[in-house]
């Protein structure tokens, strides 16, 4: 339990240290020009494949669009991650080692799986302050969630929107609604809740840049359950409509979901009887990919 609460203050720390460089690494900033009217977005694709005495594959798929009038926005965002592992099993079989043959045997399983959706719109109040309502829905199996629907709204601040940096903060109310892959007898579903964000944007040189954006919502009903989503991610420019792009998500839930475990006895034999386990606090997540922009 104390390496537990231990590792807990760990990864509160480690968000906060990134949090906190984020904003302090760049110089200082100023109001600026307006952003350009239309439709824009960008696509993401990622995919690796190993192959021989083991397989894997996975396929990252992420889309954006935006439409961007005189005083308001809206943003549509889809995604999805998928890994999938097969593992090789040989044994050898015959009457003695100068004569067998050899088995294989192969078992394909999903190592991880995560998709999700969200939509929001903006409209400012003025230069520098804006309302925004969302909503959206999204399944990470691995972390114990089947569904999260959520919606909620608010206001912000826009402090930089300039050509070369865009800085946003917002802050609101949340409504969401979990069901998790190993339900809770008791346990509260629905809840209301207080969110926060940032959105920060810089383009470094010509050709790079650097993003981050950070999510925390607490949920009013248990405040010891607190959720944050931050992802940091840069950029580089191939070509006009290509580019390549690392990211780095970190997901942290200080009340996580249960995994349900066969019980096994002093014997080595299973009882019959299931437990439950508190999954991870935190995941990461390292991607690379070929992003087109449009």
Do not use: C
């Amino acid at each position: 339990m104390e390496l537990r609460k231990h590792s807990e203050g760990a990864t509160v720390l480690s968000v906060a240290v990134m949090v906190l460089l984020t904003l302090t690494a760049p110089p200082g900033f100023a109001q600026g020009g307006d952003r350009p009217e239309g439709w824009s977005g960008e696509v993401e694709l990622t995919l690796v494949l190993t192959a021989g005495n083991t397989e894997t594959s996975t396929l990252g798929f992420r889309s954006e669009v935006d439409r961007t009038w005189e005083d308001s926005a809206l943003l549509i965002e889809m995604g999805a991650v998928r890994t999938e592992s097969t593992t090789l099993t040989r044994k050898a079989i015959g009457a003695s080692p100068s004569s067998f043959r050899i088995m294989k045997e192969s078992a394909k399983v999903v190592t991880a799986e995560k998709f999700n959706g969200r939509g929001r719109y903006e409209r400012n109040l003025n230069t520098r302050t804006f309302w925004y309502g969302n909503m959206g829905w999204e399944r990470n199996t691995f972390a114990g969630v089947q569904n999260r629907y959520f919606g909620g709204g608010g206001a912000g601040n826009t402090w930089v929107d300039r050509e070369r940096s865009l800085f946003k903060t917002t802050y609101g109310l949340s409504y969401t609604l979990q069901n998790d892959v190993v339900p809770v007898v008791g346990a509260t579903n629905i809840f209301a809740g207080f969110q926060t964000s940032y959105d920060y944007q810089r383009k470094m040189t010509e050709n790079t840049t650097f993003t981050s954006v950070l999510v925390a919502d607490e949920n009013l009903d248990e405040l010891a359950d607190l959720r944050v989503d931050l992802i940091n991610a840069i950029a580089v420019g191939m070509t006009s409509r290509l580019a390549l792009k690392v990211s780095w998500q970190v997901l942290y839930d200080r009340q996580p979901s249960l995994v349900g475990l066969p019980l096994i006895g002093s014997q080595g034999f299973l009882t019959g009887d299931t437990v439950f386990a508190d999954l991870e606090t935190f995941d990461n997540l390292l991607t690379f990919a070929l992003v087109a922009n449009f």
